[in-house]
């Protein structure tokens, strides 16, 4: 017999992490586990923000190393599909960009599941139970106005908990700013402002249409992770299990009854919670022979449940990078950090010692813009559009491409070159970057990242086999809808357009890294070479209608057909928003946190248990 907790929680991501906190916070009297695959993923070394964008190829263990199949519109490239292992799970190896999205794709949610939950209205409210907000430095407001979500959020403190006297407590997300700002970033943004784009004073005010600065998931200068920021000083209801990798769900008849990893069997008195994320949430559910039966069959895994919708619809974004050389003698980034990986070693040990040092301050602000393209609108490929997703893409507040820039400048070294092709393979680097001819020393360069929003390509997650440590089979089928191409056609050209604009023109000598023309197949051909997942992956056990055939867990996150076990991560999302999906992840959790609390706190008002929905009074 195996031990037994109250409620199991299957994976410590962004969504994991915050519910454990929540349920163990309101149920004081009831066991909750939350069981991890990964390690704890303390080493101070891999937590400084300087180094975010390197911790997914330099952190050991961190990382669960998928790649996709070969992708036929990509050059038949297999696509890094990196996916956090550990403790905070992604939030321990993403670039910390925090963004909650445009108003209408949550109005949209809300619209297809029938639940205005989901509405804008409401997210907002939930937000501000997840994010403790900082200022920018004061010499840059001008640049940021947030309005009353500074210092506004109060924890959790839902009214939810009150009738049944539950205490509260204040776990939060700190999301701001880097201390320190690059002269060089309030001249690049004053030249694009007068060049007539328009500022995007707060991203995340539900418009997020124009430019301005990417708010982070900082504390000081370390990232801050699900981890971090809601297993710290755990309540002592609360166990955390680390190294243990569950490898079915556990079923009798219709009831869950808990989880079986390689060396034991965990029972859960009421439910079991998937939170293993997009890939291995589907996963984990196919190998217990929740899914498509047809797929389940060929593998000789006995069929539990037949949903057709699990391990299906699955969404992602792709991004590319153009790259502009800069006049000499303009301000640039130390070349220091990336002068050797000797270096670069020496920096991060220096920051995990003190939080001094090149990594205190490395990767500063960044430009983030979010713009529409009237020639997408006008395309024949939007008019092919289901009319749903039409009026989506064409809402006031829906964006159809994304701009990222570090803003200051860098300078080229073969010894950078060496660091970046050698040991970062995997990332962002075309191969037109930095270490080719087309940029060498002394240059100073640029790199603008153009992500792709609202494409229509849906893929799949299947098995390789029935044994739980071979891993999934995931085809995201990039660029396959003829929408999706055109999307990428003209978010470069809109790209270009923007890097060529006199603000910007002026204090650069020439491109990198672009297309070789700004025609339909130089840019389909430069895309196929360059282009690479944001890795937001999300929908594989998609919310939904009740009667839609495709739907996997309803508004309550239960799994449809089973009793006891619910779905709390981004693979519940219906459609791929437009914003990077980590404060999306901590709202799916806080949603489902508030759901179970009012749903358990009202039976216990009544005097009544817990039961099963096929054994309740009707």
């Avoid at 090149?358 to 395309?379: A, C, N, T």
């Avoid at 809109?494 to 060529?500: C, D, G, I, P, V």
Wanted: glycine letters at 8%; proline letters at 6%; charged letters at 25%.
């Amino acid at each position: 017999m195996g031990s037994t907790y109250d409620f199991v929680i299957v994976g410590a991501g962004p969504a994991g992490c915050l519910l454990a906190r929540r349920l163990a916070t309101a149920f004081r009297d009831d066991q909750i586990l939350l069981i991890e695959a990964g390690g704890d993923n303390k080493a101070k070394e891999h937590q400084g923000f300087g180094d975010r964008n390197f911790t997914l190829a330099t952190a050991p263990g961190f990382n669960w190393g998928y790649k996709t199949v070969p992708q036929e519109h990509l050059g038949r490239r297999e696509i890094d599909y990196s996916r956090g292992k550990g403790l905070g799970g992604s939030t321990a190896i993403n670039f910390c960009a925090w963004t909650r999205g445009p108003s209408s794709d949550y109005d949209r949610w809300a619209q297809i599941v029938e639940d205005g939950t989901w509405s804008w209205r409401n997210v907002q409210e939930r937000y501000k139970k997840i994010e403790n907000v900082a200022e920018p430095p004061t010499e840059y407001r001008r640049y940021v106005d947030l309005g009353d979500k500074v210092s506004s959020a109060n924890g959790y403190l839902s009214n939810l908990l009150q009738p049944s006297g539950l205490t509260t407590e204040n776990r939060e997300v700190k999301v701001g700013f880097p201390k320190g700002w690059d002269p060089d970033f309030g001249h690049y943004l004053d030249n694009i402002y007068r060049d007539g784009y328009p500022r995007a004073l707060d991203v995340n005010s539900g418009d997020p249409i124009g430019l301005g600065v990417l708010q982070s998931s900082i504390s000081d200068t370390s990232r801050v992770t699900a981890a971090t920021a809601f297993l710290s000083d755990a309540p002592a209801n609360l166990t955390i299990l680390t190294g243990h990798v569950v490898e079915r769900i556990v079923v009798d008849g219709r009831k869950v009854q808990g989880v079986a990893t390689e060396s034991e069997t965990i029972f859960a008195r009421k439910e079991v919670i998937l939170s293993a994320g997009a890939l291995d949430t589907p996963k984990l559910l196919l190998l217990s022979g929740v899914g498509p039966k047809s797929e389940l069959e060929k593998l000789d895994i006995p069929c539990v449940k037949d949903l057709p919708g699990i391990g299906k619809n699955l969404q992602d974004r792709l991004f590319m990078e153009l790259v502009t050389i800069r006049k000499p003698g303009m301000p640039h980034r130390s070349s220091y950090l990336m002068s050797s990986p000797e270096t670069l070693e020496q920096a991060r040990k220096q920051w995990a010692q003190d939080e001094t040092g090149p990594f205190s301050d490395f990767f500063l602000p960044q430009m983030i813009g979010y713009m529409k393209s009237q020639p997408l609108v006008e395309s024949e490929e939007l008019r092919a559009l289901d009319p749903e997703v039409k009026a989506a893409l064409q809402a006031e507040t829906a964006p159809h491409l994304e701009l990222i820039s570090v803003s200051v400048a860098y300078r080229a070294s073969s010894a950078q070159a060496l660091l970046l092709h050698l040991n970062y393979p995997r990332l962002i680097l075309p191969r037109q970057h930095v270490g080719t001819a087309s940029v060498s020393s002394p240059e100073q360069y640029i790199g603008t990242a153009v992500g792709l929003m609202s494409l229509q390509s849906r893929g799949t997650v299947t098995l390789r086999s029935k044994n739980p440590a071979d891993p999934p089979i995931v085809d995201p089928n990039f660029l396959h809808e003829a929408f999706d191409k055109r999307v990428a056609i003209e978010a470069v050209r809109e790209a270009m357009k923007f890097l060529n604009s006199p603000g910007l023109k002026k204090d650069h000598v020439r491109f990198a890294a672009e297309p070789d023309s700004l025609g339909d197949e130089d840019i389909l051909a430069f895309v196929s070479k360059t282009a690479v997942s944001m890795w937001h992956m999300c929908g594989t056990v998609a919310m939904g209608k009740p009667d839609s055939p495709d739907t996997c867990v309803d508004t309550d996150f239960r799994l449809q057909g089973l009793d006891g076990l619910r779905v709390v991560d981004m693979s519940v999302a219906p459609f791929l928003p437009s914003a990077h999906t980590q404060a999306i992840a901590y709202l799916i959790g806080q949603t489902a946190a508030e759901k179970m609390v009012a749903e358990y706190s009202e039976l216990e008002k009544q005097g009544r248990s817990w039961k099963p929905s096929n054994e309740r009074d009707e």
